[in-house]
């Protein structure tokens, strides 16, 4: 068994240092203001372990991700697996099955070739990659510099709005959270982790996003894996490493800022309009002052971690849960470290993992979580002994 302060998870936790705060430049930078909140995707899983050797479907009453969601509310596959709903539109910026766009266009480079996915439930526009040695072919990979290089994502955001892709001009790298909100860990075995009926020609492999990394900006930036297997989900590397890319733009409609969560009227609950959901503000085994978070935090292995939540919800009346890998992720604050939280929303946080209500599909004894030192989110055996934090349906 592993505990919260260990450094001897397979996980790799990590060793905190400080840095000196520096400038990004514009180009590279992520959307300015607060950050973004679009409504969230659902995670896409569904099956859970119980176990923790195996995967069922035969989920009821074991307080994992498969219970709650839209994976579980609009399980069709029509538009998009398990709770995910897109509309392939054209090259020309025309939906399918309107204009000259087919009703089933195919990826290509024509104007009448499927170019972009709209993601119905977030409300952003995905670039669709080739695979026709064409510049958006899904081989090409790219630094992360900003220079305006050639083969710097910076040159290929200018390309593709110099050339309107799908109509638009406003293509960029997406964040972390925009990144996340695209995955579907549902799907396992070196595979891509996203549907491929809707989402083509991905490979299972690092994608850029559009953060530096806390302190280090000019130099690093994080990456989000397309994979659900052992490795960390999330890590950045050097901005001269060559990643993939996929760019994204959001609907004229969505805000440019997010509002922000609002205080219960005790103060020890923030609900967040974006994510619709409501947060406990301090982990287990804290209580709220009514300025802040006292006590001692409390450590669980999973299975302590789903019991803890299912009797705060039977002793409350309130639908308190753990929160899957996505919701918890919207919570990191990538602008600060150890802990990457804003702290006066969430204070006295820990600096080190939290359980999610994600089995890992490539192996169920892996659960997901997220470190609160820098924002990682990695697979990590249930055993091992992390933080909690409750969430419920707004």
């Known amino acids: 068994m592993t505990t919260a302060s260990s450094s001897g998870t397979r996980s790799g936790l990590l060793v905190v240092a400080t840095f000196v705060m520096v400038a990004l430049p514009a180009s590279q930078a992520a959307p300015s203001g607060p950050r973004q909140f679009y409504r969230i995707n659902d995670t896409g899983l569904t099956r859970c372990t119980r176990d923790f050797m195996t995967l069922t479907t035969d989920c009821a009453g074991t307080g994992q991700d498969i219970e709650t969601g839209r994976d579980v509310t609009k399980p069709v596959d029509r538009d998009g697996h398990a709770g995910f709903s897109f509309v392939k539109v054209c090259n020309s910026g025309e939906p399918a099955g309107s204009g000259t766009c087919s009703p089933e266009p195919t990826p290509g480079s024509g104007p009448d070739d499927w170019g972009c996915v709209h993601d119905r439930v977030t409300g952003l526009e995905w670039e669709i990659k080739t695979n026709d040695g064409s510049e958006r072919d899904r081989n090409r990979h790219f630094a992360n510099v900003g220079d305006g290089a050639p083969g710097d994502t910076s040159a290929y955001v200018f390309d593709m709005n110099a050339n309107a892709l799908c109509g638009h001009a406003d293509w960029r790298v997406p964040t972390t959270y925009e990144l996340q909100g ?133 002793r409350t009346g309130l639908p308190w849960r753990l929160p899957n890998i996505k919701e918890l992720h919207t919570i990191v604050d990538e602008t600060a470290l150890a802990p990457a939280i804003d702290q006066e929303t969430f204070p006295v946080t820990p600096k080190n993992l939290h359980w999610s209500s994600t089995a890992s599909t490539y192996d169920p004894s892996l659960i997901w979580t997220v470190s609160f030192v820098d924002g990682r989110a990695a697979p990590i055996p249930n055993d091992s002994i992390f933080y909690l934090r409750l969430v419920r349906d707004e």
């Open 182 to 314: 695209l995955l579907d860990f549902d799907r396992s075995g070196g595979v891509p982790a996203v549907d491929p009926h809707w989402i083509p020609n991905t490979l299972a492999d690092w994608y850029w996003a559009a953060e530096g990394y806390f302190g280090q900006e000019r130099k690093k930036t994080w990456v989000v894996l397309f994979k659900n297997d052992y490795h960390q989900g999330m890590l950045y590397r050097k901005r001269t490493n060559r990643s993939l890319v996929r760019l994204v733009r959001a609907d004229a409609g969505q805000s440019a800022t997010a509002p922000r969560p609002l205080q219960s009227a005790s103060g020890d609950q923030v609900t967040d309009r974006g994510a619709h959901v409501v947060w406990r503000r301090c982990v287990e085994g804290m209580t709220w002052t009514g300025t802040t978070c006292q006590g001692r935090e409390k450590g669980y292995v999973f299975s302590q971690a789903i019991l803890r939540a299912q009797d705060e919800a039977a």
